[in-house]
């Protein structure tokens, strides 16, 4: 039995265990404060397809040493929580666990089996200090790209409201054992999880919309739909987009779809917040250096200037920063 361990067992976290679970894995949930307490009381409650699953015989804890070594650990953090969380991870990590990063943006491990000449490359926007790269060593990283949608509806309860798809790529495209084992789990727990060759290629696909919108909306107040059928944000987009396509294709990318057609596939999501926004409006950290950041970032690598996606950087920053939510 695999035990697998979901570090933030929140919205997609909770939903991501209580499929693991059913699929027979041996799960722990890591949480804490009220939803903690909650699950610890009367197990993990999800509602999804108009069907409601309640998971008991499982361990909720808000203590790594508690967990032990895990076969996989599942981190669905936002972003900006992963640095504070590395210490704890590492006590999860045995000889062989995999850590598999359910998260929005570009990863620390991104440029780990890149190939090319920026091979092994650190992202300073991402992983400041080498932390991250030295404790969570990127030999373990499975990247996943995350499209399902959950909340939180009460500690302890998660609603499941859109998709069951998480792509899956070992960093080097190689189809491997471990990769293939957490696939084979998650498909028996009901969820899709192709195996991608070129993961990154998926990453990128959500990252060009993640890195606009929400910025954009940060600064605007603006929802996704507004974004896209107003000429002047929507030429903000467009011209960010074209940027980041750019050094995304310097550095090897494929785009399957354009511009345009991303950009409508945003806005027919409707009058919906980007997490950014929200973030924003409850005074809590965004993730801004993951999705856009590190992108400008690697403009710089290539040797592209990426004036628009600059300024909007250097513009949700200060933002961030008089919210109190910024260093």
Not at 24 to 39: E, I, K, Y
Not at 52 to 63: L, Y
Not at 137 to 145: S, T
């Amino acid at each position: 039995m695999s035990r697998v361990l979901i570090f933030g067992a929140g919205a997609i976290g909770g939903y991501m265990g209580v499929k693991l679970a059913q699929a027979g894995a041996d799960v722990t949930f890591f949480a804490r404060g009220p939803h903690l307490a909650a699950m610890k009381a009367n197990g993990i409650r999800l509602i999804s397809e108009g069907k409601e699953t309640v998971i008991t015989k499982a361990r909720f804890t808000g203590d790594p040493d508690e967990a032990g070594a895990q076969d996989f650990v599942i981190a669905a953090l936002k972003a900006t929580g992963l640095a504070p969380a590395a210490g704890q991870i590492a006590k999860l990590l045995g000889p062989e666990t995999a850590l598999v990063t359910a998260m929005n943006g570009v990863p620390y491990w991104y440029f780990y089996g890149h190939g090319g000449a920026h091979d092994g490359a650190r992202l300073k926007s991402v992983d400041p200090d080498g932390r991250l790269w030295s404790t969570l060593d990127p030999a373990r990283a499975i990247g996943c790209i995350v499209y399902p949608a959950a909340n939180i509806l009460e500690p302890g309860v998660i609603e499941h409201t859109y998709s069951n798809r998480f792509a899956l790529g070992e960093p080097d495209g190689s189809k491997s054992a471990r990769i293939q084992k957490l696939a084979d789990l998650m498909i028996a727990g009901g969820l899709k999880a192709p195996i991608r060759p070129r993961i990154r290629d998926d990453m990128w696909v959500k990252l060009w919309g993640n890195l606009t919108f929400n910025p954009v909306s940060a600064l605007t107040g603006a929802t996704l739909e507004a974004i896209a059928s107003d000429p002047g944000t929507r030429a903000v987009a467009k011209a960010m987009m074209l940027e980041a396509q750019a050094v995304g294709e310097a550095l090897g990318i494929r785009f399957g779809i354009d511009v345009e057609k991303r950009i409508d596939g945003a806005g027919e999501v409707g009058a919906h917040k980007t997490s950014m926004l929200q973030d924003l409006e409850a005074r809590k950290p965004m993730e801004i250096d993951a999705m856009l950041g590190a992108v400008v970032e690697m403009g710089e690598l290539v040797g592209h200037a990426m004036p628009a996606c600059r300024i909007v950087l250097s513009l949700v920053r200060q933002r961030a920063h008089v919210a109190g939510v910024y260093p």
